[in-house]
Nanobody, 124 residues
């Protein structure tokens, strides 16, 4: 059973950068589409970004506006989310998720494996 673990969250100031990591254990995500989602208190879970198994296709939520990049290291079986020019509105619990059967990467329901999340807090 694949287990995902996020790391790299923290408290930063507006304009700073953070890199979140998602590592897989108990199985591999090397052939899976992997996505990042976020959820702020009282809000619905929101699509942030995704990367195809080959790394050739990436998608981002409209709010990203070119500030984030997503990448993967097949050898390490890990996916990264580089977040730049962070805003207070980016404050949320960030989750990585992997699909069991590759499909439309935007809906949260298309993902089978989920991590526990890492908190990102951006102060103004």
């Amino acid at each position: 059973q694949v287990q995902l673990a996020e790391s790299g969250g923290g408290l930063v100031q507006a304009g700073d950068s953070l890199t979140l990591s998602c590592a897989a254990t108990g199985g591999t995500i090397s052939k899976s589409t992997v996505g990042w989602f976020r959820q702020a208190p009282g809000e619905e879970r929101e699509f942030v970004a995704s990367i195809s198994w080959s790394g050739g296709l990436t998608y981002f939520g409209d709010f990203v506006e070119g500030r984030f990049t997503i990448s993967r290291d097949i050898a390490k079986d890990a996916v990264y989310l580089q977040m730049n020019r962070l805003k207070p509105g980016d404050t949320a619990l960030y989750y990585c998720a992997a699909q069991k059967f590759n499909s439309n990467p935007r809906p949260a329901g298309s993902y089978y494996y989920w991590g526990q999340g890492t908190q990102v807090t951006v102060s103004s």
